[in-house]
């Protein structure tokens, strides 16, 4: 796996970036910790993160279930774009995976 799908409701005073960091950091201590890979396990730098309505609860929980077969079809990459040009969101595509060669 190139990427995790994280799906958390949060409350107004919680900063996005606190989140991630925290969800970052335990990650990477209880990989390493464990050794589930060779060498030591970092994240890269930033990330991505979509806010939904309450409505959509469901639809995001079958999305991210079915992230298996869902990958079977499109990469990290295209999955990415789909969604930044679903929520329209303004970006310039050469610099976007220069961490990802």
Do not use: C
């Not at 919680?14 to 925290?22: H, K, P, Q, S, T």
């Not at 609860?57 to 040009?85: D, G």
Request: glycine content about 4%.
């Amino acid at each position: 796996p190139d990427h995790i799908h994280v799906f958390v409701g949060l409350r107004p005073a919680m900063a996005i970036a606190d989140l991630v960091r925290d969800i970052k950091n335990n990650s990477s201590n209880f990989i390493n910790e464990r050794k589930f890979v060779k060498g030591k396990f970092s994240w890269q730098e930033g990330y991505g993160a979509f806010s939904y309505s309450h409505e959509q609860i469901n639809k995001v929980y079958q999305y991210i279930l079915n992230q298996e077969l869902h990958h079977q079809k499109l990469s990290f990459q295209e999955e990415y774009l789909t969604l930044l040009k679903e929520f329209d969101i303004a970006f310039e595509e050469k610099y976007l995976f220069e961490w990802y060669k």
